[in-house]
């Protein structure tokens, strides 16, 4: 069957190589799920977004895979950086809603 | 053009006081959220207003917290009498029109209640 990525709280990566976050989902019926970083002493901001339609999609350095059998987002980055060293959290919205429904966060390190 | 705007950026009252944090959302946006961060767990939602109405507010933790919009511009979110659970990071957003458009937030208010 399909593994399913577990969600750890902290994740050190050394720099050049691929990250990966893993996040679980909880509502069946939401339709639109977000990637957020945060910094220290900022807000969080966005990365990159999926609609429930699609399973996968590319920025710059970045890969959302968004597997709704198991509920289940994770987020790919590509050579990491260390400006890419903060905590990202995953959030959905369901079906005609506003708010957004946040993950526990992953603290990611870049190790020079 | 200017982000979203928060006041102050850190505030550190003692329990049973009263705290009004400010946020200045992005210019022309109509919707506007409160959401929390406590003791480094997840970002929780507080509410969210529609220009000047307060479309959502299931997530307000109790009546000790009060949130307004008056003129639909700048909001403001009270915390009176506060507690010590009250402590963390208070973070304001704003959006365009429209379910799916981005969140854009701002840069917190660490909030520490003694």
């Known amino acids: 069957g399909e593994s399913v990525g577990l969600h750890l709280p902290t994740l050190s990566v050394q720099e050049g190589d691929n990250s990966i976050i893993n996040c679980a989902y909880s509502n069946s019926a939401s339709d639109y799920f977000i990637w957020y970083k945060q910094e220290s002493g900022k807000g969080p901001q966005f990365i990159i977004d999926?609609?429930?339609?699609?399973d996968k999609r590319q920025g710059q350095r970045v890969t959302v895979l968004l597997n709704k059998t198991v509920k289940h987002l994770s987020l790919q980055i590509a050579a990491t950086q260390p400006g890419d060293s903060a905590v990202y959290f995953c959030?959905?919205?369901?079906?005609?809603?506003?708010?957004?429904?946040f993950g526990a966060g992953t603290t990611v390190t870049v190790r020079a | 053009e200017a982000g979203v705007t928060q006041f102050p950026s850190h505030s550190v009252i003692e329990k049973g006081q009263t705290v009004t944090l400010r946020c200045d959302p992005i210019s022309g946006h109509d919707n506007l959220y409160w959401y929390r961060r406590v003791m480094g767990k997840e970002i929780k939602f507080l509410l969210h207003f529609v220009k000047e109405s307060k479309q959502d507010e299931s997530g307000m933790p109790n009546n000790r917290f009060l949130a307004e919009r008056t003129g639909g511009t700048y909001s403001t979110l009270k915390v009176q009498p506060a507690e010590l659970e009250d402590s963390g990071v208070y973070f304001c957003?704003?959006?365009?029109?429209?379910?799916?458009?981005?969140?854009?937030f701002g840069p917190g208010t660490r909030l520490t209640v003694l």
């Open positions: 999926i609609r429930s339609n699609m």
């Open positions: 957003a704003s959006s365009n029109r429209g379910v799916y458009n981005e969140q854009f």
């Open positions: 959030a959905e919205i369901p079906s005609n809603d506003y708010k957004l429904s």
